[in-house]
Each structure stands twice: as structure tokens, then as C-alpha cells.
């Protein structure tokens, strides 16, 4: 599934792995750059491919000017046209950009929904999923990783992945000191911010690493459930072992 200037085109893989040739027009014309497709703009609109409805098939999630849009599929694999259905994480409500205010579809307790989870201008922001493709009204859980809080994409990374093991996303981002982990609380929320490794970060006596020139990932490299950091600085490869609580350079 590719976004076009025109629209949404799509290429079905059979079973022995290979692509089918693209119909003559797109399978939906929105979410494209053109104006009569929308006037998506790749910096400034994420969109996402995500099941929203725990249907088995993919939908697609879109951040506008104005707040989420969406478009289900139906059986037959047709894409429905988008719908409006949230007026938040847009540019019009101050997430001026793809680079600076990330946003992802993630399941933030077991069992549930994809949720919309938002680094934005004043913290982390949640918008939990009904499960019909729709969204409750957003809700600033952390005063933290926002731009307000100091955080920048030029200086920073930020990520959603499982520090504990227990199934559901933890916050890690990579800041001025170091690395800073926010745990689930598993209903939406997260808790306070902690540093667990001084390493990784942008200050010089945390490794001076620059987004630009170094990076860095969260993955379990020893398959206990749990990531770990792994970095490419100047000299080489570094990785910081994931203790549950804390992170373990050497």
C-alpha cells in the first residue's frame, strides 16, 4: 500500500509471495499530496496503517491540519471513504511536524485497542481506541518528552517499546543526560519519568551522541522480552544491558 499524489494504490501479494501489477486507478483517492486527494504533506501529515476495529484488516490512520482521519476496510478489502473522527494531534492543534511531535498506533493495555499515543507540544498525549475505529478525546498523561519539556528532534530521540516484559509499550527517550524511561501503568497512563543510564544522551558527559550522527535503537538482543539500547557512536558499536529498572553499560 503506497500514498501517491493522487490517492491510496495498492498491490495484493498471492501465495507464492509475488505482487500483482497496480489497477489503472488508485483503490482510494484521499490521503494523497494533490489537492483533490487531500493535500497530504509527508512532514507534516504521518499517516498509518493500523486494524483499528480487531477485524483482522488493516485500516488507515491519518494525522491532517485538522485532527485524525480514517478509512476502513471492508471485506472485500474496499477502503471506505475517510472519516473525521478526532480533532487533535494536527497541525492546527500545535503538532506542527512529523520530525518533531511523533505519533504512533499502539496497544497501550493488554487486550485492547490501538490507541493514539502523541509526543506533543505539551507532553505525552493519549487518545484511546473504542475498538470501531474511533478514538476517545485525547488526554495529556506526562508532563514529559514534549517540546515543552525541553525536548527537541534535533537533540532527541524518543521510542514505544517494552522496557518490563509485562506486553505493553514503556516511553525510552534518549535526552540531554541520558536515556529516560516512563513505565506503563497499563491503563493509558505512564508514570514519571526516570533516568536509567547515564550514556547515550547529548550532553558531553553522556557520550555527546547527535541524532544527526548516532543511532540509536531499542531491541532485545537477548531474548528475555525485555529491550535493551544499542547505539553506533564514533568509536563503534556500545549496548547497555536491560536489568528492568535500569540499564547496564558494561
Not at 109 to 131: I, T
Not at 174 to 200: I, K, M
Not at 214 to 226: K, M, Q, S
Amino acid at each position: 500500500m503506497g500514498f501517491h499524489d493522487d490517492g491510496v494504490w495498492i498491490s495484493l501479494q498471492d501465495e507464492e509471495g509475488k505482487f500483482a501489477p497496480l489497477a489503472a486507478e488508485p483503490a482510494l483517492r484521499a490521503f494523497g499530496h494533490d489537492e483533490k486527494a487531500g493535500g497530504w504533506v509527508a512532514d507534516k501529515h504521518p499517516r498509518f496503517l493500523a486494524d483499528t476495529t480487531g477485524d483482522g484488516r488493516t485500516d488507515i490512520v491519518g494525522f491532517h491540519d485538522d485532527g485524525v482521519w480514517i478509512s476502513l476496510q471492508d471485506e472485500e478489502g474496499k477502503l471506505a471513504d475517510p472519516l473525521w473522527i478526532l480533532d487533535d494531534f494536527g497541525v492546527d492543534q500545535g503538532w506542527s511536524s512529523v520530525e518533531e511531535h511523533p505519533r504512533s498506533l499502539v496497544r497501550t493495555a493488554d487486550g485492547q485497542a490501538v490507541d493514539v499515543v502523541g509526543f506533543g507540544p505539551q507532553g505525552v498525549v493519549v487518545a484511546r481506541g473504542r475498538g470501531d475505529g474511533t478514538f476517545e478525546p485525547s488526554q495529556l498523561v506526562l508532563n514529559d518528552f514534549g517540546l515543552a519539556q525541553g525536548w527537541t528532534s534535533k537533540k532527541h530521540l524518543r521510542f514505544l517499546a517494552d522496557v518490563t516484559g509485562d506486553g505493553n509499550p514503556d516511553i525510552v527517550g534518549f535526552g540531554d543526560e541520558g536515556v529516560w524511561v516512563s513505565h506503563n501503568c497499563g491503563d493509558g497512563r505512564f508514570e514519571q519519568a526516570q533516568l536509567v543510564c547515564r550514556g547515550f544522551g547529548y550532553n558531553d558527559d553522556a557520550g555527546a551522541w547527535r541524532v544527526g550522527h548516532h543511532p540509536r535503537f531499542v531491541a532485545d538482543i537477548t531474548g528475555d522480552g525485555r529491550v535493551d539500547i544499542v547505539g553506533f557512536g564514533g568509536p563503534g558499536v556500545y549496548v547497555a544491558r536491560n536489568l528492568f529498572r535500569r540499564f547496564r553499560t558494561r
